[in-house]
């Protein structure tokens, strides 16, 4: 591009209703979808918009400075070309937040509430939300502190929208990087105000890719040297290993792109494959190779089909590069609610065969982030343009009505939504009644939205024994938290609610379920004519004060109603926390009122709910009749659950290390660690006394009691395909271990881990792994080990020897990675062995010590490539995260467990990458979103 010289237009000569989107692109496809969803944005009355593109421009600065120079509109929005705004009324929220403050100059989408002093600030952005294409999955990032203006110090550079022209500083930054740090300091030094506005609907899909870090570096020093008083740079060897790395890295590429695109104009697949996914073993980062990768997994899976749909005859590369790009953009437009005739040409390939269901089904996959939403609008399950997964209606009937298969009994409600969080609801109802659940969980960072329809909360329940000729009634059900797991266990649900809105969020959320009636009102102005041989109180107990009216005994006389609905061998569940629950002692806010310690001050002021500590639920309980009592603990609480526990099997010290203890409600403090007090409480006698919930099933002299399991866990946060259960069970006073798909998907996963079996054992010995062997398609049996736990060793050795006895417990460990290569691992001809196997799950916790053998206890994971050191990376690494206050006590940091393995810094970075992608591979990360801040008072 020519230099243009930059003239500051006069606030006089701009259009105050008016909004240029200014564009710089150099790929013109990705320009025209760009352009599409901006000729789709609602235009408020009066307003009008212009689109300004600058082709291949010499820099983002120089580019934009010629645009802006060109345009009269007062608001200017800089765009990449591969942002595509989604929400339709992004224009007038931009308006709307600049009328809140003129002294606000510029948004973005996502920003940095503080940006580094050394500018580091690609991984620093804390503030906004995005729909973000990542090649191998796309994402949606919600983080906001507030609803309305979010302070911040800059914003990302893929959408800036200004109501004031400033020069860019071309000057400074030629190049494609930090120019929006650049600008937005530009900005706060003229005292202007810059915010992220709270977005309730993302206003962008940013189709990034693989980010080019590769002049990152070199713009960060200019930035620094340009804005001393801001920044200061900071050189660091990993900039200068990784400069000549992507020196070494571009040469290649240069070198080797060409011969790949050759090969596939000559119709050459396999070969370009191959050289393809040789060259991303030194490029990771390449957008373009990650696409060819796509393209073999759909040219491989539509081979064993035997059909080429997508590699039809006569496409050169730079076609179908294009095709490729074509289906992308048009499985957005599906996803973001255009009109059918915007993306037809979709439906046009399959009939002309040029796109196969597998095909379809694959690009999904690598595209969009409410994938089930796509699949059903392609497949006619859903109606384009909207979010309603059926073609279910509310249908009135007398006294309440029917919501697909569930009925909705209002002959009882006597006021409308007497218990009720207020507004949030309205949207939980929308929610659920589009089908929305699982897109809102990745969505929405608020607790309510987690709160009501996480399927976590059904983990309370899950593990109870399947009994179909059984009738329940579920007493206060809510939203239908735990409805679903009851009706997929009883063959008969019978729900009361007092607020409708809620009943019908659940009727909606369960409409499927042909064995469910919800019933609104007050239990105690109910009848039922029949008794049921489970009721449940899920989180209902604690405020039987406000509903339970004339008594001076609320809690007795509640659970004495209750219990009237029971047969004589039936079974009352209940689920409250406990008053004096740890987490109260170490700054938890009391979940009911929200003060701190109010619990444990005897609820000095009395708001209608209160818990109890276990004596005290053990009276209430007796004082009912129901002196048949069974004992649970789930943990960290009963709304969450991972693990639930029981008189008979109480956690190990080293469990409790171990377990997850994250607080998703509110920020809270933290005075002392709970997790190590309650590992010491073990030991005194004290867990049940001192469990944040308890979980109890009580009942009558003749209450049927049924074998149930000592210990369950599951794996919430796990993707579909890997989320199962772990019981400890006995029979016949032998304990074993059931692993139990929780998902249709998780059942392949089951078998994997009886084929590792065998692998294991070939490598081992059948004595060091313990056994196990699928029962059914759902159902996986362990051998329970019993013995001493080598972490109980390995802490033993360090508080008697320090760094030398940890040192020499992990060498032993180390002793145990095998060497390799191997002619054959395993003994069974029905497996397919690599030549490497590397249980990833080799750790100190996972290693009983039995008659002086060591077992393996736990082998989900087998992987046939990983870094060097990586499994002593992370056995070190997960020690040091559980038992850091012992570590600390001996002066040993993680670097020095490190540096006492030998490992070296690019190894640990290995590593560290290594095991990102095992997280990525294996966890559904939604409730990461939702995590709060602990305030750290020790």
């Not at 040469?251 to 790949?260: D, G, K, S, W």
């Not at 539509?302 to 059909?307: A, N, Q, S, T, V």
């Not at 939403?373 to 384009?384: A, E, F, Q, S, Y």
């Not at 909360?457 to 735990?482: D, F, H, M, T």
């Amino acid at each position: 591009m020519e230099e243009i010289e930059f003239v500051m237009g006069k606030e006089e000569d701009m259009d105050p209703q008016k909004f240029a989107f200014i564009i710089c692109f150099n790929n013109e496809q990705y320009l025209q979808e760009c352009v599409y969803y901006i000729n789709r944005l609602h235009i408020p009355e009066g307003y009008s918009i212009d689109v300004i593109s600058v082709q291949d421009a010499d820099s983002m600065c120089a580019g934009y400075n010629a645009a802006m120079n060109s345009s009269d509109a007062k608001y200017k929005v800089y765009l990449h070309q591969d942002t595509f705004i989604v929400n339709r009324d992004f224009i007038q929220e931009c308006l709307n937040a600049f009328a809140e403050d003129p002294a606000l100059a510029l948004l973005g989408a996502m920003g940095a509430e503080r940006v580094p002093r050394d500018g580091l600030c690609v991984a620093d952005w804390d503030t906004g939300t995005l729909y973000n294409y990542l090649v191998h999955r796309t994402g949606h990032t919600v983080w906001f502190r507030k609803e309305g203006l979010n302070d911040v110090e800059a914003v990302d550079g893929f959408i800036m929208v200004t109501r004031e022209d400033l020069p860019w500083r071309e000057d400074v930054f030629d190049g494609f990087d930090f120019y929006d740090i650049s600008q937005s300091t530009e900005f706060r030094r003229k005292g202007f105000r810059i915010a992220v506005p709270y977005q309730k609907h993302s206003w962008c899909l940013h189709d990034s890719g693989c980010m080019n870090l590769k002049n990152y570096n070199t713009y960060r020093k200019k930035l620094c040297e340009t804005y001393p008083e801001e920044f200061q740079y900071e050189e660091r060897d990993a900039y200068r290993e990784q400069i000549e790395k992507d020196k070494e890295t571009s040469i290649e590429l240069n070198r080797v792109m060409p011969i790949i695109r050759q090969h596939f104009d000559k119709g050459e697949w396999e070969r370009a494959f191959s050289e393809a996914r040789a060259l991303l073993e030194i490029s990771p980062s390449d957008n373009e190779l990650y696409h060819i990768i796509h393209l073999e997994e759909i040219y491989r899976t539509e081979k064993k089909k035997g059909i080429l749909s997508f590699f039809e005859p006569g496409l050169d590369y730079q076609m179908l590069m294009q095709k490729y790009y074509a289906i992308r953009f048009l499985l957005y437009r599906v996803e973001f609610d255009s009109p059918v005739e915007d993306f037809e040409d979709l439906f046009q390939l399959f009939q002309e065969g040029k796109l196969s269901a597998e095909a379809l089904s694959l690009m999904v996959q690598y595209t969009n982030y409410d994938k089930n939403k796509v699949i059903d609008i392609m497949g006619g399950k859903r109606r384009p343009g909207s979010s309603v997964t059926n073609n279910l209606q509310k249908i009135s009937i007398e006294n309440g009505y029917i919501i697909g298969k569930v009925r909705v009994d209002c002959s009882n409600l006597s006021s409308k939504d007497s218990y009720s969080e207020g507004v949030i609801e309205n949207e939980l109802l929308e929610i659920a009644r589009e089908g929305r659940i699982s897109a809102a969980l990745h969505a929405d960072s608020r607790w309510s939205v987690l709160y009501h329809f996480t399927e976590i909360r059904e983990n309370l329940l899950s593990w109870l024994p399947e009994n179909r000729s059984k009738r329940v009634l579920e007493i206060g059900s809510g939203c239908g938290a735990v409805t679903g797991a009851l009706c997929r266990k009883f063959g008969s649900v019978d729900c009361v609610e007092l607020s409708e809105r809620r009943a019908e969020i659940a009727a909606w959320r369960w409409a499927d379920c042909d064995n469910l009636t919800i019933h609104v009102g007050n239990l105690n102005d109910m009848s039922f004519p029949e008794k049921f041989d489970c009721v449940t109180l899920i989180g209902v107990l604690e405020y039987a004060a406000s509903f339970t009216h004339d008594t001076s005994h609320p809690y007795q006389d509640f659970l004495l109603n209750c219990r009237q609905y029971l047969k004589e061998t039936g079974t009352l569940v209940i689920a409250i926390e406990n008053r004096i629950g740890l987490k109260y002692w170490a700054g938890a806010w009391e979940d009911h009122t929200g003060d701190i310690f109010d619990g444990l001050l005897g609820y000095p002021t009395d708001r209608g709910v209160r818990t109890f500590s276990r004596k005290e639920l053990s009276n209430l309980l007796d004082e009912a009749g129901l002196y048949s009592k069974e004992w649970f603990y789930p943990y960290p609480d009963y709304k969450l659950p991972s693990d639930i526990y029981s008189d008979r099997r109480e956690p190990t010290a080293e469990e409790m290390m171990n377990l997850p203890n994250l607080t998703f409600d509110r920020e809270r403090y933290e005075f002392f660690s709970e997790k190590a007090v309650m590992a010491n409480l073990l030991s005194t006698g004290l867990f049940s006394e001192f469990s944040n919930s308890f979980l109890v099933l009580c009942g009558g002299d003749k209450r049927e009691r049924t074998a149930l399991p000592l210990y369950c866990h599951y794996s919430p946060s796990r993707k579909p395909e890997y989320r199962i259960s772990t019981e400890i069970v006995e029979e016949n006073g032998k304990r074993g271990v059931r692993k139990t798909a929780l998902t249709k998907e998780a059942r392949k996963h089951l078998i994997t881990i009886e084929e590792n079996y065998r692998i294991l054992c070939g490598i081992y010995g059948s004595e060091h792994v313990a056994e196990s062997h699928l029962l059914s398609e759902d159902v996986l049996e362990m051998e329970y080990i019993e013995g001493t736990p080598m972490t109980d060793l390995v802490l033993s050795s360090l508080r008697e020897e320090g760094i030398d006895g940890l040192a020499r417990q992990l060498d032993f460990l180390t002793s145990l990675v095998p060497s390799y290569p191997k002619e054959r691992l395993g003994n069974s001809d029905s497996v397919n062995h690599p030549d490497r196997i590397y249980d990833v799950d080799l750790n100190f916790d996972n290693i009983i010590i039995r008659n002086g053998i060591y077992v393996l206890i736990d082998y989900e994971w087998l992987l046939d490539k990983v870094p060097d050191r990586y499994l002593e990376f992370r056995c070190a690494a997960h020690f040091s995260d559980r038992y850091s206050r012992d570590l600390a006590g001996k002066g040993i940091s993680m670097e020095t467990l490190f540096a006492g393995l030998d490992i070296g810094k690019k190894e640990l970075k290995a590593c560290a990458e290594g095991e990102v992608n095992f997280t990525d591979l294996v966890l559904d990360p939604y409730s990461v979103s939702y995590e709060k801040k602990r305030i750290d008072i020790v």
